[in-house]
């Protein structure tokens, strides 16, 4: 074995007791998506009619097969440094029917996740929600009806009835901007609907969810914290001159404010609200919604970047009658020289990193948070494989050092930022991408009965963890 490094010998040495992990979701590793009782979530319903809407046509049935395999991962989890790992509780599985039973073989799985977890000195975070939206709750109406709601909020205190005792992070949704984009204003994914109004009553409800399964664990008295995690993409406005200014700010309050203030100010940014009531597009807000917004702010923040948005003053002249959309107000600016990762086409710009921990710091009262997403996808690797036999991704080591040195700049500076998640720990199955681009520390290879290898930069990853830092 290597041995440890003194804290000074590091040039990067990272606070103790930080959090080295991953993340990951149950509908992407878990597999066995009809297996104990288990019943469809909108992705398995989606990919049963439109299978080639997927990359290779590769559905959610199997993905990497957590499921039958956690014992083993978790082993690699230590092998790989965890000191903590995010994965989510999938509600079709816990209460397959959306509301009513709890399914025992469910509560047997993620008891056996928790308590391997533990049992290796691994950290676990619950989130409860990722995208998977039971199809029984979809077809009363998903996030657009209040009866799901009150579903998601009972489907909360199951969970933190039955794992609260052991799980001392929990988080409400991962990403909740994500399924208003892809679902109801880019078309991209299940159930596409192309309405701005109601995307805006998809993410008002949810945020209400969240506000309410909070309630829920505050009067429960559990023995942890509570949060959401959010995906940032700060704006950069192309130049200084006002219009491009203002383009930026409108893109920030419809990204990434929408969601950042209610739950930790407990209210909407005001000139966001005055946006949407001058064009009408205000969702429906029932007598009490505000109220339980503003009394339950979150004890934790998960802040999952992968990259910024770069607007500038509307160019573009808007079709007549065109359905409203947020870049009506602002177009997107490709800075010139800008560092791209090919293979998913997102802009690589570690410092902004910084820029999110210095905004939190400033204007979010210095909240505990943590980087609870950050990662590269690549498409092809094993042409980096070498002879010994696993994939040499020295890009990914350098993609989370180049990051880390913000975060460790962030520190110094004061922000409150209790450690780190790469995504993902092994390469996994992702929506409509399905397995095209791999971001694991360790390869899955569906060609070989999903065999683990860990990649070089999992046995890297161990190092920093082992050292606190790099
Ligand atoms: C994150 C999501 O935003 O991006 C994950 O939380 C997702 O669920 C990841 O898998 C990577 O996305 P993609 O589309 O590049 O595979």
């Known amino acids: 074995m290597d041995k440890i490094p003194h804290e000074d010998q590091l040039t990067y040495p ?16 878990e597999g066995a998506a009809n297996c104990d009782g288990k019943k469809p979530n909108i992705y398995d319903y989606w990919y049963s009619i439109e299978p080639e809407s997927f990359h290779n046509q590769v559905g959610p049935e199997h993905t990497s097969d957590f499921y039958h395999r956690y014992k083993q991962d978790i082993q690699l989890m230590k092998e790989t440094g965890h000191n903590s790992f995010r ?10 029917d959306g509301v009513g039973e709890v399914n025992p073989k469910a509560v047997d799985f993620y008891n056996g996740v928790i308590d391997e977890l533990i049992a290796n000195d691994i950290e676990p975070f619950m989130n409860l929600y990722h995208f998977d939206m039971p199809m029984c709750m979809q077809e009363k109406g998903g996030w657009e009806c209040r009866e799901v709601v009150d579903a998601y909020v009972n ?11 052991r ?6 949704f991962n990403e909740p901007i994500v399924p208003v984009e892809a679902s109801y204003l880019y078309n991209l994914h299940y159930p596409k609907v192309v309405d701005f109004k109601r995307g805006a009553q998809v993410a008002h409800n949810t945020i209400v969810a969240h506000a309410k399964a909070v309630e829920v664990f505050k009067k429960l008295n559990i023995d942890g914290k509570i949060g959401i995690i959010l995906n940032l993409t700060p704006s950069y406005p192309r130049s200084q001159e006002p219009k491009d200014v203002k383009a930026a700010h409108i893109a920030d309050l419809f990204f990434n404010r929408s969601f950042l ?26 007598p009490g919604d505000l109220e339980v917004i503003r009394n339950n702010p979150i004890d934790i923040l998960g802040v999952n970047y992968y990259q910024p948005r770069r607007v500038k003053a509307k160019e573009e002249q808007v079709p007549a009658g065109a359905p409203f959309m947020p870049e009506h107000l602002f177009d997107p600016y490709i800075m010139p020289g800008r560092k791209i990762n090919p293979h998913r086409g997102w802009e690589i710009c570690e ?3 910084y820029d999110i921990m210095i905004d939190i710091r400033d ?27 696993f994939i040499e991704d020295d890009y990914r080591i350098e993609f989370i050092q180049e990051h880390l040195k913000w975060v460790h700049k ?3 500076e004061g922000a409150n930022c209790l450690g780190y998640h790469l995504w993902t720990f092994m390469d996994n199955w992702s929506w409509a991408n399905a397995y095209k681009n791999r971001y694991g520390l360790v390869e899955v290879d569906l060609k070989n009965n999903f065999k683990r290898t860990i990649k070089k930069s999992g046995r890297w990853y161990k190092k920093l963890s082992d050292n606190n830092g790099f």
């Not at 994965?87 to 397959?96: F, G």
């Open 410 to 412: 962030g520190l110094k």
């Open 351 to 353: 410092e902004v990193i």
């Open 87 to 96: 994965t989510s509780i999938q509600w079709s599985r816990l209460i397959p």
């Open 363 to 389: 204007h979010y009262g210095n909240i505990p948070f943590f980087i609870s997403e950050n990662g590269m996808g690549v498409e092809g690797e094993e042409k980096f494989r070498n002879t010994e036999g």
């Open 167 to 172: 799980v001392k992070y929990w988080f409400t």
């Open 14 to 29: 990272f606070p103790k007791n930080f959090w080295w992990g991953s993340a990951a979701s149950g509908p992407q590793t």
């Open 261 to 286: 203030d209610p739950v930790t100010k407990g209210e909407y940014p005001k000139d966001l609200v005055e946006i949407l009531k001058e064009r009408e597009l205000l969702p429906a807000v029932e």
């Open 155 to 165: 489907f909360a205190k199951n969970c933190f009835q039955l794992f609260g005792d």
